[in-house]
């Protein structure tokens, strides 16, 4: 056990940092973190589930994406029981619909400020937070997933009003995006928008003018479904020949080519894969450790881009 300046023992040596340092709200993490929704197929292994995420905590990983709606809180209870305060864990959630336990997906669109709000405040209580670093708003803008339809339609500028406060008053930490468009996020700049979180992945690049925006604006790029999802009928980054390919030649599995790949794309790429399963885990930290060459990268890009047409709901 380390000891820290005032020579109490820390509660945890320091973690590497999983393939290489990146920022999330002016914070530094390692580029790769952990997308929790996948943890909801835990929800009846709870020590399971705690053992995976301290286990990526240990590997590094000091960003995990989660919400309240993975699971009903059931998730957000797993990062609460995983993480201490000193983990030094940055939990992003989003709002933007809330838990419908018993529907389709089940979620159901909850866009209106007042929503909004209460999703904070449920995120707060099942996380056991008293401020949450990051708060994704989850548009329904861009797909795939819920569309808004009613009353559901509400203007970005009141979101971000309501979210704005709720930073002022320390209640959030930082303000991102995710399911939104290149207008959308134009409009939001002047907010502060600490990152954004769109489906993204080798197969599915129709954002890349977005992903410049981020560049430029020095916005964290959190693809979603970085490695296409597990939904069925989504293109899968694991299926592509130049994949598989590439694969062989680095001695890697497809999902770390896929992973890779986003890493050496662009520099400000954060990546939260999703998973439940304690080998994929430590073959995606590891995917950080890979070089890919000039010639693997050409022909990776090659790979054709498609829409994801997916209605979740
Ligand atoms: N903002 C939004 O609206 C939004 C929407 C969806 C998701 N998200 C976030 O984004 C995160 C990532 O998305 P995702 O989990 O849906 O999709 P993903 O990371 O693209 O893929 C997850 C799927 O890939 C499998 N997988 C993961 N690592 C693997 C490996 N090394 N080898 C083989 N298979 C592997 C997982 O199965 P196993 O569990 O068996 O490994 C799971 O079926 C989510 O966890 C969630 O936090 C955000």
Redesign the pocket.
């Known amino acids: 056990m380390t000891q820290n300046p005032a020579g109490f023992p820390n509660p945890m040596p320091p973690a590497p940092r999983a393939g290489g340092a990146g920022t999330m709200a002016s914070r530094p993490v390692s580029r790769i973190g952990?997308?929790?929704?996948?943890?909801e197929?835990l929800h009846a292994d709870r020590a399971a589930a705690l053992v995976l995420l301290r286990r990526a905590r240990e590997l590094g990983v000091d960003h995990v994406?989660?919400?309240q709606f993975?699971g009903d809180g059931v998730v957000n209870g797993f990062l609460r029981d995983a993480f201490r305060g000193d983990d030094g864990v940055v939990v992003v959630t989003?709002v933007g619909a809330d838990p419908d336990p018993g529907g389709a997906l089940p979620l159901r669109p909850a866009q209106r400020p007042e929503q909004l709000r209460a999703s904070v405040e449920a995120n707060l209580r099942s996380l056991g937070l008293e401020q949450i670093p990051v708060v994704?708003l989850?548009r329904l803008d861009a797909g795939p997933?819920l569309r808004a339809s009613g009353d559901q339609v509400v203007d970005l500028d009141d979101q971000l009003a309501l979210l704005t406060s709720l930073r002022d008053a320390g209640t959030i930490g930082a303000i991102g995006l995710?399911?939104v468009g290149l207008d959308g996020l134009r409009r939001a700049l002047p907010a502060g928008i600490a990152c954004v979180?769109?489906?993204y992945?080798l197969v599915s690049r129709g954002d890349e003018d977005m992903l410049r925006l981020c560049l430029d604006e020095k916005i964290a790029w959190v693809?979603?479904?970085?490695?296409?999802?597990?939904?069925p009928g989504l293109p899968k980054?694991?299926d592509e020949p130049a994949v598989i390919a590439a694969a062989r030649s680095h001695g890697a599995?497809?999902?770390?080519i896929g992973?890779a790949w986003l890493l050496h794309h662009a520099p400000h790429v954060l990546l939260?894969?999703?998973?439940?399963?304690p080998?994929?885990?430590e073959?995606?930290v590891a995917?950080g450790t890979i070089a890919l060459d000039d010639t693997t990268l050409v022909a990776l890009d090659a790979v054709r881009s498609r829409a994801l047409d997916l209605a979740l709901g």
């Open positions: 952990f997308g929790a929704m996948q943890l197929r994406d989660t919400a993975y989003k994704n989850r997933g995710s399911g979180q769109n489906a992945s693809p979603f479904f970085p490695l296409g999802g597990s939904f980054v694991t599995t497809p999902a770390q992973l939260i894969p999703g998973t439940a399963d080998d994929h885990l073959a995606n995917a």
